[in-house]
Structures are given as C-alpha cells and as structure tokens.
C-alpha cells in the first residue's frame, strides 16, 4: 500500500505582507511581483511530483500560488474551512503599537492553553480547527498520494497540530515564511513530519523577479 504524501504550503507574498497590514481571512489581498515569482520559483522545484489533488482556502492569494500547478489540469478543491484566521476589526489596518501589545498578549493566552478565546470580532484557534476538521476528513479520504494544500500561516499552524496530534497550544511552534513548505508522509494514521518551514526553494526567485521586470524588445 503506497503511503500518502501531504505537502503543505503558504501562499507567496502579497502588498499587505510586505507592509506589515493584517490580512486574515476578511482581505482577498493578490500576490505582488515577489510572491509570483516565489510562486514560480516554487513550481520549478516541484513540478516533477506527481500530484494528483490540490487543495486550497477560498482566498485568491492561494490560488494564485498554486496557478502553475492548476494549469497543468490538476484535480483541484477549495474550502473555506482552510481560510486564515479571522484577525476581526484589524483586517485591513496597519498595526499600532497598542494593537500589538494585545495582539502579542493575546498568543501567549493562546500558548498557555486558553485556544478558545478570541480577538475581538475575530476567530479563536479552536473555531478554527473546528472548521477545519470537515476538509481534513475530506483529506484523509482522499485516496491521492500526492496532495499539495496552499493555504495561510495561522492557518497551517492549527492544522498542523491537528494532523500531527499536537496539543493546540504548541501551534507556535510551526514557524512560517512566504511560500514555505511542511512536508508530512501518512503511516496509517500517523503523520511523519519530512521538511519544516523549508524554503531551499525560493533561492531562484530574485532571479525570476528580475526576469519579470526585463524590459522585452
């Protein structure tokens, strides 16, 4: 029995990335010329996997990333279930010192194990896993071998410590960059993590960047 493959990326840069501007899951921001070209850098690494599902949140940063991939006529679904936290009213908004604070307060609740509270007018961690677990489920009888997800960083640190069992409060653990790559390896029902927050990839994006910006006779 082949074993499935489950690789799990972040979507590539957007505006709101590099400027330091809350997106969630409320901003259906679209990559900038940097986070193409992690895209691309992406697909010419790993176009020579075999994917047969790919699986996306229902915001076009994630699409977009994975557009090369899905020209290829891949089997692809998308799922609200996979959308980034909802950050409630700081969407959108450059953060203050003073939202900061809270916001860096409000994680360490979330590390001592109070996954239930919220930002105000945004989700917790734990309704977040809860609208995850219809996609995982989705996922697990999924009977692909090779499956890419592209979704977002919050995002894939809750489903991670769904898939790998760990306890939500760990979800900090799971650090995440622009177009990083988890790779995990399903044994029965146990994941094996392979790559964490893997970005060997990206090394040939400047040059696809440049390469965008040629001027073409």
Request: with cysteine.
């Given at each position: 029995m082949s074993s499935k493959k489950i690789y799990i990326i972040r979507?590539?840069?957007?505006?709101?990335?590099?400027?330091?501007?809350?997106?969630?899951?409320g901003v259906d921001s679209s990559l900038n010329a940097m986070g193409r070209a992690q895209a691309k850098a992406f697909f010419n690494a790993y176009q020579s996997v075999p994917f047969d599902k790919i699986y996306t949140s229902k915001l076009k940063r994630t699409m977009e990333t994975v557009a090369d991939f899905l020209s290829l006529g891949i089997q692809h679904e998308s799922y609200a279930g996979l959308n980034e936290i909802s950050w409630g009213s700081n969407e959108g908004q450059k953060i203050t010192p003073e939202e900061d604070a809270y916001y860096h307060w409000m994680i360490e609740q979330w590390q001592h194990g109070n996954t239930s509270l919220r930002i105000e007018g945004g989700e917790s961690p734990d309704e977040v896993a809860l609208r995850q677990k219809p996609v995982i489920e989705k996922i697990m009888a999924d009977q692909s071998e090779n499956i890419l997800i592209c979704m977002h960083g919050r995002a894939i640190r809750i489903l991670l410590c769904q898939l790998l069992h760990?306890?939500?409060?760990?979800?900090?653990?799971?650090?995440?960059?622009?177009?990083?790559?988890?790779?995990?390896?399903?044994?029965?029902?146990?994941?094996?993590?392979?790559?964490?927050?893997?970005?060997?990839?990206?090394?040939?994006?400047e040059q696809f960047l440049e390469f965008a910006f040629q001027v073409k006779p």
């Open positions: 979507h590539g840069q957007t505006d709101f990335n590099l400027q330091g501007i809350v997106q969630g899951s760990y306890p939500m409060k760990s979800m900090d653990m799971f650090e995440h960059a622009n177009l990083c790559l988890y790779q995990l390896e399903q044994t029965n029902q146990m994941f094996l993590l392979h790559k964490y927050n893997e970005t060997s990839h990206l090394k040939n994006a």
